[in-house]
């Protein structure tokens, strides 16, 4: 199993940490909380929507083009890495020094998705590619009720199998968020 650490703890390791994975429903902060770490650490951020699977006009880059890109990210030094895509956990995770894994209530999920699309609607968010104009259908709030029943099994399976030594904070809350973030705004 994964070592499960506190938000202390993992900021304390974000000062080392040159890999960081951040992972969670749509709509939880993902993007965003990647965005502050990557500024506040002084690493790379690489949004696996943007860079890995998407082409312009919602079109899904080809299976092997994603793997390669992939592999490419991951043999970088350092970078943060915001997206969940379980079936790639199991190359991720051994190149991860961090997983911050956001699980808020279902609710809030939905509301962060309902926000960003009046924020972006017919236009692309930053962390998306270019030409995919954020949406929102009855299949992706589906996914997004059922997310902890459907998605999290696999993600814990996966972080039992290929990340035994990684160590795991689940921030369960924005609040949560907030606070790893403000506590590395006080470090040295």
């Known amino acids: 199993m994964a070592i499960s650490v506190t938000i202390d703890e993992a900021a304390g390791r974000l000062k080392t940490a040159g890999r960081v994975l951040v992972i969670g429903c749509a709509g939880c902060g993902k993007s965003t909380l990647a965005r502050q770490l990557a500024l506040r650490c002084s690493l790379p951020h690489v949004s696996m929507d943007r860079e890995i699977f998407w082409l312009p006009g919602w079109q899904l880059r080809p299976r092997q083009d994603q793997k390669a890109r992939l592999g490419d990210i991951l043999n970088l030094e350092c970078w943060v890495l915001d997206g969940t895509s379980p079936a790639t956990l199991p190359l991720r995770l051994p190149r991860t020094h961090l997983v911050l894994w956001l699980r808020p209530p279902r609710l809030m999920s939905l509301y962060?998705?309902?926000?960003?699309?009046?924020?972006?609607?017919?236009?692309?968010?930053?962390?998306?590619?270019?030409?995919?104009?954020?949406?929102?259908?009855?299949?992706?709030?589906?996914?997004?009720?059922?997310?902890?029943?459907?998605?999290?099994?696999?993600?814990?399976?996966?972080?039992?199998?290929?990340?035994?030594?990684?160590?795991?904070?689940?921030?369960?809350?924005?609040?949560?968020?907030?606070?790893?973030?403000?506590?590395?705004?006080?470090?040295?």
Not at 167 to 186: F, G, I, Q, W, Y
């Open 112 to 188: 962060g998705v309902v926000l960003r699309y009046l924020r972006f609607r017919g236009r692309s968010r930053p962390d998306m590619a270019d030409d995919c104009p954020e949406r929102l259908n009855p299949e992706f709030l589906a996914y997004i009720w059922n997310f902890e029943k459907t998605e999290s099994p696999e993600i814990q399976q996966n972080l039992a199998e290929f990340g035994q030594d990684v160590p795991v904070c689940v921030l369960k809350s924005r609040a949560e968020t907030a606070r790893l973030l403000a506590m590395l705004d006080k470090r040295d």
